[in-house]
């Protein structure tokens, strides 16, 4: 067991990155899922793994790169489409796009992009104290925007058509969160890389959802699993020296198996008294008529 590495600072700095990727993506996670924007996280990544490609060619940061890419996109996708059909052919024009543009990038590289390709696994092992400051002033932006937004964005993912009637811009929510969606695409990136993005910013949330359907509840369930998979698996990654993507996507899958097998039980025995059924009122017992017939009694 490689028990000496947790005295390095690169371990530290890996899970801090960890901690401040997992909030990210944990609060962000349930507004994916409720929102079906599933394939606009692997768009967006994907472009990120252009913008990579493209900044090593330049000599720039691949970070730099991954979201400079990432917000055209969102900005792209905004812009093309509103609605969820509309919203989907807008991402795989785009992603198709950035994709063609990546392999010319690389194509024009005359030397390997080892820097470019650790972007499809990723380097969080690899961060320096620079990229954790760097990741908390993004999240930080990002989790005020989207508290600034939050309410009107609730509203127009669960009912956008109500939403548009009642005056809220949902066009304008739709292109502010893909910005956010951008910010966390950019930060799980560097944990588990452009090929396994669901796994931090779908799958923990989805997990949660299968818990409960408080809104609240699912957000910091959410965070918990998606903090509880990141350090586990870096955890794993220095006892084992295997790909913290690998671990992060492992159990990231366990904790979902283990919710939808959980969920109706959990779910079931948290349930409001008042939304349980109410228990038959008994009828009264029959009446013995007399001769008259009057009711002379009961039985």
Do not use: K
Request: glycine share 10%; with cysteine.
């Amino acid at each position: 067991m490689n028990t000496d590495l947790w005295h390095y600072a690169f371990v530290h700095q890996a899970l801090a990155a960890g901690v401040i990727t997992a909030v990210m993506a944990g609060v962000v996670g349930p507004f994916v899922t409720a929102r079906n924007m599933g394939f606009a996280v692997h768009g967006l990544a994907e472009v990120g793994f252009t913008g990579a490609a493209a900044a090593v060619l330049l000599g720039a940061p691949p970070a730099l790169g991954v979201l400079t890419a990432a917000f055209g996109a969102a900005l792209g996708i905004g812009l093309l489409g509103v609605r969820l059909r509309e919203r989907d052919i807008a991402i795989g024009t785009v992603l198709a796009f950035g994709l063609g543009l990546g392999v010319l990038c690389l194509t024009l590289y005359t030397r390997y992009a080892t820097e470019a390709f650790s972007i499809l696994f990723g380097t969080i092992l690899a961060v320096s104290a620079d990229d954790v400051v760097r990741s908390a002033v993004i999240t930080a932006v990002a989790l005020t925007a989207l508290a600034v937004i939050y309410r009107p964005l609730r509203f127009a993912s669960v009912d956008p058509e109500v939403a548009a009637a009642r005056g809220v811009p949902v066009a304008l929510l739709s292109a502010l969160f893909l910005m956010i969606l951008a910010l966390a695409v950019t930060e799980a990136v560097e944990v588990v890389g452009v090929l396994l993005i669901v796994t931090l910013l779908i799958t923990p949330a989805g997990a949660a959802q299968r818990l409960t359907a408080h809104p609240g509840l699912v957000t910091v369930l959410s965070v918990a699993i998606a903090m509880g998979v990141t350090l586990g698996g870096i955890a794993c990654a220095v006892y084992t020296s295997l790909p913290v993507s690998f671990f992060v996507a492992t159990l990231s899958f366990g904790a979902y198996l283990a919710a939808r097998l959980a969920g109706p039980r959990v779910r079931h025995g948290h349930r409001a008294p008042a939304d349980r059924p109410a228990a038959p009122v008994a009828s009264p017992p029959p009446t013995m008529p007399t001769n008259d017939g009057n009711a002379a009694g009961r039985v």
